[in-house]
């Protein structure tokens, strides 16, 4: 068992998740990844994130609504939408992370992240 906190990662583009996936691991996280919505919920059961970053724009259920059901899960878990729309279409949210994006936004977007 590891002593770093949990990431959930959920993004369909694999450029973009293995940006996220390298760039929270130098943050001294482990990362979960899911491509779907799907993936993502039925994972819940085995996972306890300390954070979960979603894209908004998901094949199947959508960003929005898996953002609300991580916050219904893991009420605790600091939450950062990702994704191309303009930030004021995202949910609620601890933190917005637009696309592109940078690492210097990302460890921005993370900093208030409990460890």
């Avoid at 960003?63 to 893991?74: I, S």
């Amino acid at each position: 068992m590891s002593a770093r906190p949990l990431a959930l990662v959920v993004e369909d583009d694999l450029d973009q998740m293995s940006l996220l996936r390298r760039h929270l691991d130098r943050e001294g996280f482990d990362v979960f990844s899911a491509g779907d919505a799907e993936s993502a919920i039925s994972a819940f059961p085995h996972i306890d994130p300390s954070l979960a970053v979603l894209d908004l724009l998901l094949p199947g259920i959508s960003g929005t609504e898996c953002a609300r059901l991580v916050r219904e899960t893991f009420p605790r878990c600091f939450l950062v939408i990702s994704s191309v729309l303009d930030v004021t279409s995202y949910p609620t949210a601890d933190a917005a992370l637009p696309k592109p994006v940078r690492g210097a936004a990302l460890r921005r977007a993370v900093a208030g992240v409990e460890r």
